[in-house]
């Protein structure tokens, strides 16, 4: 999951999918109750899964680091 985008007055989480036959990657604005896509726009074929990353962190002021006085 990662951006959040304005799509029929809703707002809907972006997945990123990839494909394991392929390769193809691709990204699906999606509410949380929709089904996960699991056949591939590109070969058709059923081997399709979301690919999760890290949220973007940014760290503000002192004490995240040992060296923070």
Do not use: W
Not at 22 to 46: A, L, R, V, W
Not at 58 to 68: E, H, I, L, P, V
């Amino acid at each position: 999951m990662s951006y959040i985008c304005e799509t029929s007055e809703e707002l809907l989480p972006t997945y990123h999918y990839r494909c394991k036959e392929c390769g193809y990657d691709f990204s699906e604005h999606q509410s949380f109750s929709d089904e996960p896509i699991t056949i591939c726009p590109q070969c058709g074929k059923n081997t399709v899964r979301k690919v999760y990353s890290a949220p973007p962190i940014n760290f503000k002021g002192k004490g995240f680091y040992r060296t923070d006085k």
